[in-house]
T-cell receptor, first 110, second 115 residues
């Protein structure tokens, strides 16, 4: 099975800080995704990428950007963190709809 | 605009009985549906899926039913086991197989199976 690793399990940042969330997959999957999970809202797609240096906006891209310089690594960037970006962030990889998810990063913005 | 809805936030079931989790969708372009299971402190894992050309798909104790006219799908777990206690997410995609895995998820249902 694909292993998707997110660099931090918990992260606490201050409002206005620039935040990097890193994700690495150990298989050769083209497609990678960033979701956030919030109570009562489920998982919502922030950005996805289907090739190196390619990126597509998901349903809630505002306040976020991404970087995919290498096939195995997909980074989510919060340019200026805000309290409404406190959430669980989940990275995923896969070739089709059967995605493999990382364990998530719980980000708290104070 | 929630295109995939799981209207029951939680479900409690006795071990050995059937668990039925429900999901409704509004986008008629959706043609591929999946269920994911999520344990605390872990990412969601794929459980079972169904294409819109079918109305039922079975995998061991898990069966997914699709009613296209009602835009409704359900996940049946028989018999339920305590290890099935988790959050279950329904998900859907349009242009199944070519959408690069771009999924729309429901809110999730917390299933608790009591011994």
């Amino acid at each position: 099975d694909v292993k998707v690793t997110q660099s931090s399990r918990y992260l606490v940042k201050r409002t206005g800080e620039k935040v990097f969330l890193e994700c690495v997959q150990d298989m050769d999957h083209e497609n990678m995704f960033w979701y956030r999970q919030d109570p009562g809202l489920g998982l919502r797609l922030i950005y996805f990428s289907y090739d190196v240096k390619m990126k597509e906006k998901g349903d809630i891209p505002e306040g976020y950007s991404v970087s995919r310089e290498k096939k195995e690594r997909f980074s989510l960037i919060l340019e200026s963190a805000s309290t409404n970006q406190t959430s669980m962030y989940l990275c995923a990889a896969g070739e089709n709809e059967k995605l493999f998810f990382g364990s998530g990063t719980q980000l708290s913005v104070l | 605009d929630q295109q995939v809805k799981q209207n029951s936030p939680s479900l409690s079931v006795q071990e050995g009985r059937i668990s039925i989790l429900n999901c409704d969708y509004t986008n008629s372009m959706f043609d591929y549906f999946l269920w994911y299971k999520k344990y605390p402190a872990e990412g969601p894992t794929f459980l079972i899926s169904i294409s819109s050309i079918k109305d039922k798909n079975e995998d061991g104790r898990f069966t997914v039913f699709l009613n296209k006219s009602a835009k409704h799908l359900s996940l049946h777990i028989v018999p339920s086991q305590p290890g099935d206690s988790a959050v279950y997410f329904c998900a859907a995609s349009a242009n199944g197989g070519t959408s690069y895995g771009k999924l729309t998820f429901g809110q999730g249902t917390i299933l608790t199976v009591h011994p």
